[in-house]
């Protein structure tokens, strides 16, 4: 998986600064993203973990862990209260 490299926003002084080499970055292992970019990916893979938590309690009979789907609630209360998306 590539190293990230979150921005918050573009350059439109610097034309060849990092948002214009994404590609060329990208080429060398650096994944470059704006912030709401990196967030997605993150509800992503919080999504995914929740599901693996849910598939292991079913199959060994066990209750899920109180943190499953708790951190999506907590991005959306701070996205809220910073008003983003």
Known sequence: MPHGLKLNQGSK?????????????????????????????????????????????SYKNDPLPEWVGKDLDILKSIEENEGGS
């Not at 060398?28 to 999504?47: F, P």
Request: hydrophobic share 40%; charged share 35%.
């Open 13 to 57: 002084r610097q034309p060849g600064g990092i948002l214009g080499n994404r590609d060329k970055l990208t080429a060398l292992g650096v994944q470059v993203m704006r912030d709401h970019e990196a967030v997605e990916i993150v509800k992503q893979k919080i999504v995914k973990r929740d599901q693996l938590a849910k598939k292991i309690a």
